[in-house]
């Protein structure tokens, strides 16, 4: 789910994350009312909610401190371009909190949410192969 009140950068979102096949988007908000009231009802497992919604500065972190008594299980990725916003984020109960011109990088967006957000199969563990140099066959 994603909570982002400027169009485009919720469109960046939605591309980014239409790019993950792990990943199915169950809706979007462009208000903090229309994002509770959806979320309350989809229960998403991840919530991608910007930290200034209009000219509010308290509203991602509003949202965020009340959805996690909501869903608790879910995750929450805080995205914000203001840097005084990011202790506020994390303080509400975001998981992680990332500046916003990750967007902009779009193969970097995706290796970040695949690596941090993306639950991982109990099984599964990251395999680290020994690194070759010329002299080795």
Same mark, same amino acid.
Request: with cysteine; net charge negative.
């Given at each position: 789910?994603?909570?982002?009140?400027?169009?485009?950068?919720?469109?960046?979102?939605?591309?980014?994350?239409?790019?993950?096949?792990?990943?199915?988007?169950?809706?979007?908000?462009?208000?903090? !009312?229309?994002?509770? %009231?959806?979320? +309350?009802?989809?229960?998403? #497992?991840?919530?991608?909610?910007? =930290?200034? *919604?209009?000219?509010?500065?308290?509203?991602?972190?509003?949202?965020?401190?009340?959805?996690?008594?909501?869903?608790?299980?879910?995750?929450?990725?805080?995205?914000?371009?203001? !840097?005084?916003?990011? %202790?506020?984020? +994390?303080?509400?109960?975001? #998981?992680?909190?990332?500046?916003? =011109?990750? *967007?902009?990088?779009?193969?970097?967006?995706?290796?970040?949410?695949?690596?941090?957000?993306?639950?991982?199969?109990?099984?599964?563990?990251?395999?680290?192969?020994?690194?070759?140099?010329?002299?080795? %066959?």
């Amino acid at each position: 789910f994603i909570l982002e009140d400027k169009y485009f950068e919720r469109s960046a979102l939605e591309k980014i994350l239409g790019d993950i096949p792990e990943i199915m988007i169950v809706g979007s908000a462009d208000t903090t !009312a229309i994002a509770l %009231d959806r979320c +309350e009802k989809l229960k998403p #497992d991840l919530i991608i909610a910007d =930290a200034k *919604i209009g000219q509010d500065k308290s509203a991602g972190a509003s949202f965020v401190r009340y959805i996690r008594t909501v869903l608790s299980n879910g995750r929450i990725l805080g995205i914000t371009y203001h !840097a005084d916003l990011v %202790d506020s984020l +994390e303080r509400a109960g975001g #998981d992680y909190v990332v500046n916003k =011109a990750l *967007i902009e990088n779009q193969d970097a967006a995706i290796k970040y949410i695949r690596e941090t957000l993306l639950p991982k199969p109990p099984f599964f563990r990251t395999f680290k192969p020994p690194q070759l140099t010329e002299h080795q %066959d």
